[in-house]
């Protein structure tokens, strides 16, 4: 390893991620973290579409939330539409020529030895040529599911969630060599050990109390979630942790409806520490994007996905639903009753643990970045 540091020290990496939702942003951060663990420090984060279309990003971010609660069908409809976009299509060219004067200015500037995607904006081939050198390109895939949009013949090499995952993108033609089934990547703090105890009662739960996880920012305050939330406190059983994320509007409106002396129900803004609040769970309520679900898994929770959007969200969902290792619900009623009865029975959270076991995939962002770094030509 410190050989490895030594070499890499002059290294730059380009990661070009995005906005929208935040799984694409943590997975970055996560590989510059390996990264700079590795002596590569010299690492640039870019939010590209962000850069280089800042109104159209902001569009686009606003369908993309408004979609959970107006039109989910529409962006179902869009991202099944393309699934199977050909790499070679106009469309294609089209779609990965989306900010290709501000990558190009980019590298010019910081003459990157890689470009690192957790998102799919595949734009260096386009512009390969005004380049004039070789770059290596690398595809992180942050979902269960697989859309053409991140295949592209110029890609190095891809790192993708799960074996089934590197098998489906096999039979597209990638050389099986060209692809790991590393798993997601997530930050450190995701291997820390458990401290059950200490953590419950400092977040103000009792540790002799199975606490259920809920994660409702993304969802508004019109999803059902607080009648789940109500139904839980009611039957006595459970403590509710009730995560807004950055909707404050949201959490202000839960905190009003929980804030009873006595109240099982717990409501939090945004949680930078995530997995501390993982570690006291016996199980989780969350959408189903690819980050969320991996940490999920990382810390062996019993996936309970309520209402997943058509899209890859949807897709996630059937895959770790089909596998064992989450249930899919569309009402409070029918979640409420399926978490009891999964927090009753030991046997069933138990085969769910073991399911999640054969899926998740240990140190998945120190594994990519030394990977990336020992296929560099430094090296």
Not at 41 to 46: D, K, Q
């Amino acid at each position: 390893m410190r050989e490895i540091a030594r070499r890499t020290s002059a290294l730059r990496i380009i990661i070009v991620y995005a906005s929208f939702g935040d799984g694409h942003r943590q997975a970055a951060l996560a590989l510059q973290q390996s990264f700079s663990s590795l002596g590569a420090a010299n690492i640039v984060l870019l939010d590209l579409m962000a850069e280089a279309h800042p109104i159209l990003n902001e569009f686009s971010r606003y369908f993309y939330m408004k979609s959970y609660t107006l039109w989910p069908q529409v962006y179902g409809w869009m991202y099944q539409a393309t699934r199977c976009m050909k790499p070679n299509s106009l469309f294609a060219h089209w779609l990965h020529s989306w900010g290709a004067d501000t990558l190009r200015r980019l590298i010019e500037k910081e003459r990157p030895d890689a470009i690192v995607h957790t998102f799919p904006m595949l734009v260096l081939p386009s512009i390969a040529r005004r380049i004039q050198r070789p770059i290596p390109m690398y595809n992180v895939v942050t979902d269960f599911d697989l859309h053409m949009r991140w295949v592209h013949p110029k890609i190095d090499k891809y790192y993708v969630a799960t074996d089934d995952l590197r098998d489906e993108l096999a039979r597209t033609g990638i050389p099986p060599a060209r692809i790991a089934a590393t798993g997601i990547p997530l930050r450190s703090t995701f291997s820390m050990p458990r401290r059950l105890e200490r953590e419950a009662e400092r977040f103000g739960f009792d540790p002799e109390q199975p606490v259920v996880l809920v994660m409702c920012g993304a969802y508004g305050a019109r999803s059902g979630l607080g009648e789940l939330c109500r139904r839980l406190a009611s039957a006595g059983r459970t403590q509710v942790a009730l995560v807004c994320g950055r909707n404050r509007a949201l959490e202000a409106a839960f905190r009003e409806r929980f804030n009873t002396d006595g109240s099982r129900v717990r409501v939090f803004g945004y949680v930078e520490s995530i997995h501390e609040l993982m570690s006291i769970a016996s199980c989780i309520v969350t959408k189903p994007g690819g980050l969320t679900l991996t940490e999920a898994m990382q810390a062996r929770l019993p996936i309970f996905l309520y209402r997943p959007m058509p899209g890859q969200e949807l897709n996630n969902a059937r895959y770790l639903a089909a596998k064992g290792a989450a249930v899919i619900c569309r009402t409070p009623g029918a979640l409420a009753a399926e978490i009891e009865s999964t927090l009753e029975s030991p046997g069933r959270r138990s085969a769910m643990q073991s399911a999640i076991d054969t899926l998740r995939k240990e140190g998945a962002a120190d594994r990519i970045a030394l990977d990336i770094l020992q296929n560099l030509p430094i090296l």
